[in-house]
């Protein structure tokens, strides 16, 4: 059997049938083609291993090869021959994928131990993808992307728990994915040709909600004019997945206990007892042994449910996944969006890797889609993201009428406060402190360019008049935002003014700062 497949390209025939003689007698199966047209020919045609091509040939060269042959799937492993006048493109060459070049003239020792290696990398290259497609099958469940251990866990709970039919009890934080972990457990069960049948027991009023589970007969109450079948009937021969199951109130834990011990179910309104073949799968948010202490939940329910149980980690305990799930949203969203984003900027991931998503991963999802919808690049940058990400990790600023909830020392006084007043002084304050430097104040703010651009022309800040302006606003003590020196002093100034008004003595010179020529006050 061949030790593999090899084309020899040359222009010249002598070189190529030197080359197939030596490669032959090692066991190669080699072909030959005079040119790089013939030799992409030859590689549609049938798939080689290594390509031996000269750098220098009318038409198709050997750079051309390269970028040809590098982005096929397995990429083929092309060696280029070369003069030693033409070592700058053979440098070049490597950098577009070649695996490696040789220079004439070619000794055979040399050919024989460069194409060697270049089949040992072969070899190392299966054996990866197949220990990597291995791994996916144990460990990638559908809709799941993870590496971190805390979810390798999972992985492996979800292996050895789905070929039974024992009751699961997934705990974990809303928008951990515990409806997915319980749709893969019963995508690898004996039950996966049945139905999936999902309930979330706070979607349901309290009413109606044992109806939804056990069904009803017809005339059970007003309105039920037919017979219908409840989920745990539905379900039979299947899975059924009660998110918050917590949300139950303590009768029907009893009757959802009953139906998990004895396997059957009675109607609303029936008599008869219905045998149901259900694997239970619950789901909670939160600790249902602190709920069984303030006698919100049923004890025995609980042990019933607890057979085996699977903890799902919040996002931020796995904040190394964060990559990797922003890969994987970016290509489920990226047709739906119509925006061909590539990924994400270092600062951006930066930025998501260090925010603490109470969401967990729903929350992460929602805020890649929107990313992807404001982004002007072929990247997600930082000021793509919501303003919550970008300043979380913003340390809190020293102030002394802070509160200890007061994050950046902004006291919101009892009258309000006006907003844009507020983001424009905030504005301002970037721009002297990077000197007028546009760019820079940007990157203070975690804005684009573009977007602090145009609200320095909204607010007409402007280097001469940001300390003018800001007094202008600050002054106004019926509306009760008068603060700071230059308040105080202007409403005292207004106070003096008044006073001389409405003097009933005889006249007097005029204050000083009604004189003409004078500067008015700014009141």
């Known amino acids: 059997m061949p030790r593999g497949r090899v084309l020899v390209v040359d222009d010249e025939g002598s070189q190529r049938d030197i080359l ?22 030859r590689c549609q045609e049938k798939a080689f291993d290594v390509v031996l091509t000269d750098l220098r040939m009318p038409g198709t060269d050997g750079l051309s090869l390269v970028e040809r042959l590098t982005r096929d799937d397995p990429p083929t492993l092309v060696v280029l021959m070369t003069a030693y006048g033409s070592m700058d493109s053979a440098e070049q060459a490597l950098k577009r994928g070649a695996f490696d070049y040789l220079t004439k003239p070619i000794e055979r ?20 993808r197949l220990l ?43 928008g951990t ?66 998110d918050e199951i917590s949300e139950l109130n303590i009768n029907l834990q009893a009757k959802v206990l009953r139906a998990l011990q004895e396997r059957e179910v009675r109607r609303v309104g029936g008599r008869e007892d219905i045998k149901v073949d259900v694997r239970i799968i ?19 329910l609980f042990y019933r449910l607890n057979v085996v149980s699977i903890v799902i980690p919040p996002l931020r305990e796995r904040s190394t996944d964060i990559p990797q799930l922003a890969e994987y949203f970016i290509k489920k969203h990226g047709e739906s969006t119509g925006k061909p984003i590539r990924g994400v900027t270092n600062e951006a991931m930066r930025l998501l890797m260090s925010y603490h998503w109470p969401g967990n991963v729903r929350q992460l999802e929602a805020v890649l889609e929107r990313a992807m919808l404001l982004s002007d690049g072929p990247e997600i940058e930082h000021y793509d993201l919501p303003i919550e990400v970008r300043f979380f990790d913003l340390p809190a600023q020293p102030h002394p009428s802070s509160t200890s909830g007061n994050r ?4 919101i006084p009892e009258g309000g406060i006006s907003f844009e007043e507020l983001e424009r002084d905030l504005i301002a304050q ?11 104040a940007a990157r203070l703010l975690g804005l684009s360019y573009r977007t602090l651009q145009y609200r320095l022309e909204k607010f007409q800040v402007r280097r001469g008049n940001v300390r003018g302006r800001v007094d202008r606003e600050g002054v106004g003590a019926e509306r009760g935002d008068v603060s700071g020196e230059r308040g105080q002093e202007a409403s005292q100034e207004d106070e003096q003014t008044q006073t001389q008004k409405t003097t009933k003595a005889d006249p007097a010179p005029a204050p000083e700062e009604m004189r003409p020529g004078t500067k008015r006050s700014n009141v």
């Not at 809709?143 to 728990?161: M, N, Y």
């Not at 948010?285 to 049923?298: P, S, T, V, Y």
């Open 20 to 41: 197939r003689t030596i490669l032959s007698a090692e066991g190669y199966a080699v072909e030959t083609a005079p040119g790089g047209q013939e030799a992409v020919r």
């Open 109 to 128: 020792e040399e050919v024989l131990l460069t194409v060697r290696r270049a089949f040992e990398r072969i070899q190392l290259s299966q054996e990866n």
């Open 132 to 174: 990597r497609q291995q791994l996916e099958k144990r460990f990638r469940v559908e809709g799941i992307v993870g590496s971190h251990f805390r979810v390798q866990e999972v992985f492996e709970k979800i292996q050895k728990v789905s070929g039974s039919n024992s009751t699961v009890l997934l705990i974990g934080e809303s």
């Open 177 to 242: 994915g515990k409806e997915l972990v319980a749709r893969a457990i019963h995508r690898h069960s004996p039950r996966r040709e049945r139905p999936f049948v999902a309930l979330s027991c706070a979607a349901i009023p309290e009413t109606l909600i044992e109806s939804e589970l056990f069904g009803y007969e017809k005339g059970a109450f007003t309105g039920a004019s037919f017979r219908r079948l409840g989920l745990f009937e539905a379900a039979d021969k299947s899975t059924l997945f009660l």
């Open 282 to 300: 619950a789901a909670s948010n939160k600790n249902l042994e602190d709920e069984i202490e303030r006698g919100a939940f049923r004890e025995d």
């Open 408 to 411: 950046f020392g902004v006291e």
């Open 430 to 440: 970037a721009m002297e402190k990077s000197d007028w430097v546009i760019t820079k």
